[in-house]
């Protein structure tokens, strides 16, 4: 994969209506997007697939809706306030600024790039002999790197779990880092940034009360525990899901929707006996690498990467990392919190948030494992995997979007062959028809060739067709978007085809 593919992903999304700068009118803001008809659909299909397999799929699971607003003491007792910032550093020639962290690990991306040339350079000089493990783990220059690479990672964790800003700024000097934009050293010193956005509530001046846009979602759901334990019957373990809006000042804003100012998190908190986490922990990093897999991209996108540095509160995290077109990221968090959260709410509101278990007969604070998922990643991650430019035999081109078909945005497409001849009201009949248990598109206009390019760019998985034989003996065409056959079906018979293929069942077991 590579940045030309990303820019034709990009340029695609926006071209088939899936995601738009926002304000684009007045230049788009940056690092916020609006998401377009097929997007919205693709989005919303995310979502459910997601909360099917969470709430819908577990009895000891519920869901909430919380308010992105919330009382600014929740940020304060889960350490936000204090401790949710990223560490800054400007260029005093050009102005700009930068996370200073962020600089180090371009740097070591260049480092890397100068094994994978060396790589490719061997592979290209050797051929089919070349053995790339060995030259990796023998070639002297590639190993010269790699300790490099070791050695500042090594010297940047420790900066960062320290929160030693000096000792940042000390290994930007030392790697001789300079500014992109004015090619200079002369640097500010590294300052922590803040990266909740503020707000205030009430009119009046003076009396109005400072609030943050939430930055996670699951504050929402352990504030809510007691409610949820009084009104939903749960007992432990169970866990609480939710689906929403957070929003973080990020101040590397690029990789187009990967890394957002505005984006949603689709997060569970998973309540569970103190003692027992770790068990669930590994039960839940299987379940959602089960769910990744469900979707049936190929596995090697995906990996796990185990946190070296664990937060305070954590006594275990992972990333599930998706491989993007610009390399590995992670797209979901799991993360065994501890009780940290609830106890925090706990001393700060002076209200109790805790679990009698009625058989341990004990009273105690659940300990918490959590799921984390970007869904603005999620669908970033299924464009970039379906996303592919194929030579037909006739010597054209396609594009194609091989989304499965559980998340396309629109499932099936009906289309006349021609615009005459009754074909068109036939076409439509079959639409109506469709409509009340599918996301169908009719289409009619151009040669059919080019109307079923227009479905395979927005990864309809199926195209009905209505020709003159319909019209004889009510049966149409079914064309399958990624193997291009056609296979001759009753008309009638096509509800229950889509509702074997999109069967979440299928899919997810
Ligand atoms: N409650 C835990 C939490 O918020 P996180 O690792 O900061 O953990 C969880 O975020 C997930 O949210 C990430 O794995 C990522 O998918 C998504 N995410 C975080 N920051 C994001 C951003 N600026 N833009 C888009 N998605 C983001």
Same mark, same amino acid.
């Given at each position: 994969?590579?940045?030309?593919?990303?820019?034709?992903?990009?340029?695609?999304?926006?071209?088939?209506?899936?995601?738009?700068?926002?304000?684009?009118?007045?230049?788009?803001?940056?690092?916020?997007?609006?998401?377009?008809?097929?997007?919205?659909?693709?989005?919303?299909?995310?979502?459910?697939?997601?909360?099917?397999?969470?709430?819908?799929?577990?009895?000891?699971?519920?869901?909430?809706?919380?308010?992105?607003?919330?009382?600014?003491?929740?940020?304060?007792?889960?350490?936000?306030?204090?401790?949710?910032?990223?560490?800054?550093?400007?260029?005093?020639?050009?102005?700009?600024?930068?996370?200073?962290?962020?600089?180090?690990?371009?740097?070591?991306?260049?480092?890397?790039?100068?094994?994978?040339?060396?790589?490719?350079?061997?592979?290209?000089?050797?051929?089919?002999?070349?053995?790339?493990?060995?030259?990796?783990?023998?070639?002297?220059?590639?190993?010269?790197?790699?300790?490099?690479?070791?050695?500042?990672?090594?010297?940047?964790?420790?900066?960062?779990?320290?929160?030693?800003?000096?000792?940042?700024?000390?290994?930007?000097?030392?790697?001789?880092?300079?500014?992109?934009?004015?090619?200079?050293?002369?640097?500010?010193?590294?300052?922590?940034?803040?990266?909740?956005?503020?707000?205030?509530?009430?009119?009046?001046?003076?009396?109005?009360?400072?609030?943050?846009?939430?930055?996670?979602?699951?504050?929402?759901?352990?504030?809510?525990?007691?409610?949820?334990?009084?009104?939903?019957?749960?007992?432990?373990?169970?866990?609480?899901?939710?689906?929403?809006?957070?929003?973080?000042?990020?101040?590397?804003?690029?990789?187009?929707?990967? @890394?957002?100012? +505005? &984006?949603?998190?689709?997060? *569970?908190?998973? =309540?569970?006996?103190?003692?027992? !986490?770790?068990?669930?922990?590994?039960?839940?990093?299987?379940?959602?690498?089960?769910?990744?897999?469900?979707?049936?991209?190929?596995?090697?996108?995906?990996?796990?990467?185990?946190?070296?540095?664990?937060?305070?509160?954590?006594?275990?995290?992972?990333?599930?990392?998706?491989?993007?077109?610009?390399?590995?990221?992670?797209?979901?968090?799991?993360?065994?919190?501890?009780?940290?959260?609830?106890? @925090?709410?706990? +001393? &700060?509101?002076?209200?109790? *948030?805790?679990? =009698?278990?009625?058989?341990?007969? !004990?009273?105690?604070?659940?300990?918490?494992?959590?799921?984390?998922?970007?869904?603005?990643?999620?669908?970033?991650?299924?464009?970039?995997?379906?996303?592919?430019?194929?030579?037909?035999?006739?010597?054209?081109?396609?594009?194609?979007?091989?989304?499965?078909?559980?998340?396309?945005?629109?499932?099936?497409?009906?289309?006349?062959?021609?615009?005459?001849?009754?074909?068109?009201?036939?076409?439509?009949?079959?639409?109506?028809?469709?409509?009340?248990?599918?996301?169908?598109?009719?289409?009619?206009?151009?040669?059919?060739?080019?109307?079923?390019?227009?479905?395979?760019?927005?990864?309809?998985?199926?195209?009905?067709?209505?020709?003159?034989?319909?019209?004889?003996?009510?049966?149409?065409?079914?064309?399958?978007?990624?193997?291009?056959?056609?296979?001759?079906?009753?008309?009638?018979?096509?509800?229950?085809?889509?509702?074997?293929?999109?069967?979440?069942?299928?899919?997810?077991?």
């Amino acid at each position: 994969m590579s940045d030309d593919l990303f820019k034709k992903i990009t340029s695609h999304a926006k071209e088939y209506g899936f995601v738009y700068p926002s304000s684009e009118i007045y230049d788009g803001l940056s690092a916020v997007y609006d998401y377009g008809p097929n997007g919205v659909l693709l989005k919303n299909n995310i979502k459910q697939y997601w909360w099917k397999a969470m709430v819908q799929l577990h009895e000891n699971i519920v869901g909430i809706d919380a308010a992105i607003f919330m009382h600014p003491t929740v940020w304060k007792a889960s350490g936000h306030t204090d401790a949710f910032n990223d560490p800054l550093i400007d260029n005093k020639d050009s102005k700009k600024r930068y996370r200073a962290d962020q600089l180090v690990e371009d740097h070591l991306a260049k480092i890397q790039a100068k094994i994978e040339k060396e790589v490719r350079k061997a592979r290209k000089r050797f051929g089919d002999a070349f053995d790339e493990a060995k030259f990796r783990a023998e070639h002297p220059r590639v190993q010269k790197y790699a300790a490099q690479i070791d050695e500042i990672s090594r010297k940047l964790n420790n900066a960062l779990a320290n929160n030693d800003l000096a000792a940042l700024k000390a290994l930007i000097d030392e790697l001789e880092i300079a500014d992109p934009v004015s090619g200079t050293r002369n640097w500010t010193d590294v300052k922590q940034f803040n990266l909740m956005f503020q707000t205030q509530l009430g009119a009046v001046a003076g009396s109005a009360q400072h609030l943050y846009l939430r930055p996670e979602t699951a504050q929402g759901i352990f504030v809510n525990f007691n409610n949820v334990l009084k009104t939903a019957r749960v007992k432990i373990p169970f866990g609480i899901a939710q689906i929403g809006k957070a929003f973080r000042n990020e101040i590397i804003a690029r990789q187009f929707i990967f @890394r957002m100012r +505005e &984006f949603e998190q689709m997060e *569970m908190q998973f =309540f569970v006996r103190p003692g027992t !986490e770790m068990k669930w922990y590994e039960s839940w990093k299987e379940k959602r690498m089960h769910w990744h897999r469900s979707l049936g991209f190929p596995a090697d996108l995906y990996r796990f990467k185990d946190h070296e540095q664990l937060a305070h509160y954590a006594n275990a995290a992972t990333d599930i990392e998706f491989r993007f077109p610009f390399g590995f990221k992670e797209l979901e968090g799991i993360h065994s919190r501890t009780d940290f959260d609830l106890r @925090r709410h706990e +001393e &700060f509101s002076g209200r109790k *948030m805790r679990y =009698f278990d009625p058989e341990t007969r !004990e009273t105690y604070i659940p300990y918490v494992i959590e799921t984390s998922i970007g869904l603005d990643r999620m669908f970033l991650a299924v464009l970039s995997a379906s996303y592919a430019e194929e030579s037909l035999d006739d010597g054209s081109t396609r594009i194609v979007l091989r989304i499965p078909a559980i998340l396309a945005p629109v499932q099936v497409a009906v289309l006349p062959l021609v615009k005459k001849d009754g074909l068109p009201e036939k076409a439509r009949e079959i639409f109506d028809r469709l409509k009340w248990d599918f996301q169908v598109q009719y289409d009619e206009k151009d040669a059919i060739g080019r109307r079923y390019r227009r479905q395979d760019a927005i990864g309809t998985p199926y195209a009905v067709t209505v020709d003159h034989q319909t019209l004889t003996d009510n049966t149409v065409t079914l064309r399958n978007r990624d193997t291009m056959q056609q296979e001759r079906i009753p008309a009638d018979d096509i509800p229950h085809i889509l509702n074997q293929r999109l069967n979440l069942k299928a899919w997810l077991d």
